[in-house]
């Protein structure tokens, strides 16, 4: 069975990203396994500290290398990625062996797709910064319509993510063409 990693860019326990990940994960059912990857002890990037890199550095890293596609889920912070899901990505983005002329990291190849609920952009400005991440990390980004969620006055006073039918419809879409992306 193929494996996917979600990933949060926030980390707020009833974030308004882990409720839309949790709606894909529901999509995607038994289809392939999902887990949500726990990034929270990750240390600051410093290069100081990047060989051996930190153990739970390497935890993610082979957590992330037996995944067969990885799904961001990203909040937008004043028309940015969050700082902690930027952390991870720098990580991420460093070989996995130093002075590796071809620069493997646990990301290379690795098949991606994006996601976000924000304000009144839907993310979009968070989902670009990923893309232009992607390219740079060497990561097989899935082409094609990834869904945006405009959060709600409603869903801010109630903190529940409210999505409407042509959302619903764009995140199922978006779920069936990355499984078919991952070969499930």
């Known amino acids: 069975m193929k494996r996917i990693i979600f990933i949060s860019g926030s980390r707020r326990k009833n974030s308004f990203n882990r409720a839309l990940a949790e709606s894909a994960a529901a999509?995607?059912?038994t289809r392939a396994c999902v887990s949500f990857l726990d990034y929270s002890a990750i240390p600051f990037f410093s290069q100081d500290d990047e060989y051996p890199a930190p153990e739970e550095v390497r935890?993610?890293?082979?957590?992330?290398?037996?995944?067969?596609?990885?799904?961001?889920?990203?909040?937008?912070?004043?028309?940015?990625?969050?700082g902690g899901l930027k952390n991870l990505l720098d990580w991420l983005s460093r070989s996995l062996v130093k002075d590796d002329p071809d620069r493997v990291t646990a990301m290379t190849g690795m098949?991606?797709?994006?996601?976000?609920?924000?304000?009144?952009?839907?993310?979009?400005?968070?989902?670009?910064?990923?893309?232009?991440?992607?390219?740079?990390?060497?990561?097989?980004?899935?082409?094609?319509?990834e869904t945006g969620i405009r959060l709600s006055a409603a869903s801010f006073a109630s903190g529940t993510l409210y999505m409407d039918d042509e959302d619903?419809?764009?995140?199922?879409?978006?779920?069936?063409?990355?499984?078919?992306f991952i070969g499930a």
Not at 59 to 82: K, L, T, V
């Open 27 to 29: 999509i995607i059912g």
């Open 111 to 145: 098949k991606v797709t994006f996601s976000g609920a924000a304000g009144h952009s839907g993310g979009m400005e968070a989902r670009k910064q990923l893309e232009k991440l992607a390219s740079m990390m060497r990561m097989n980004h899935m082409e094609g319509e």
């Open 59 to 82: 935890r993610i890293r082979a957590e992330i290398m037996e995944a067969d596609g990885i799904w961001i889920f990203s909040p937008e912070y004043n028309s940015y990625i969050p």
């Open 168 to 180: 619903r419809r764009r995140l199922k879409d978006q779920a069936e063409r990355f499984l078919s």
